[in-house]
Each structure stands twice: as structure tokens, then as C-alpha cells.
């Protein structure tokens, strides 16, 4: 299909259109990385700005930054620590496994 619009026909996005590929993250977790240690490759995820962990989560256990061998281990790492989240939200002592 021909597009018949002049080149002086630049469309206008306003400051406060949302950009059309983003979406509202749904992880209180960033996205995994690779990074190395002594060689190897470690798996690591960390939280996204903005989700600081509380000095409750803190004592409880939970870490603002998860490291595991391999994908699949960081992956159970970060359903863990959202499970232990989730108890301490409900009014648990975040030792629910």
C-alpha cells in the first residue's frame, strides 16, 4: 500500500503519550543477567528500582539481589522469595515453604 502523505506530514506525539511498545513491569524483579564469577557464568537478578526491600523482608531473609548456577535454579530462587514475600504480607512469619 502507497503511502500518499506529504513528507512535511510528520505525526505529533505528545510528552505524555505512553510509548507504544512499553507495558507496566509485572515483576517486582528486574530482568536476569549474566554475570561472571572466577570464570564461571552466574545467573543474577536483582530488584527493580523502586521495590526496596523493608527492614521486615530484610529480617526475614530476603535478598535484593538472587545469584544461582543456572537459569532454571534462579528461577525457583525468585518464586521462593515472592512466596516468602507474599506469607509476610499476609501477616506470616515468612518461613512458609
Given amino acids: 500500500m502507497v503511502d500518499k502523505r506529504s513528507p512535511g506530514d510528520i505525526p505529533r506525539i505528545d510528552a505524555s503519550d505512553p510509548l507504544p511498545a512499553y507495558q507496566e513491569p509485572s ?3 528486574a530482568t536476569p543477567f549474566i554475570t561472571y564469577r572466577d570464570g564461571s557464568p552466574v545467573h543474577t537478578v ?3 528500582y523502586g521495590c526496596a526491600l523493608s527492614s521486615r523482608e530484610r529480617a526475614a531473609g530476603l535478598s535484593a539481589q538472587l545469584f544461582a548456577d543456572t537459569a532454571e535454579d534462579l ?3 525468585i ?3 515472592d512466596a516468602t514475600r507474599a506469607a509476610l504480607l499476609r ?3 515468612g518461613d512458609e515453604s
Fill in 27 to 29: 515483576s517486582r524483579w
Fill in 46 to 48: 536483582a530488584l527493580r
Fill in 75 to 77: 528461577q525457583r530462587l
Fill in 79 to 81: 518464586e521462593r522469595e
Fill in 91 to 93: 501477616g506470616g512469619n
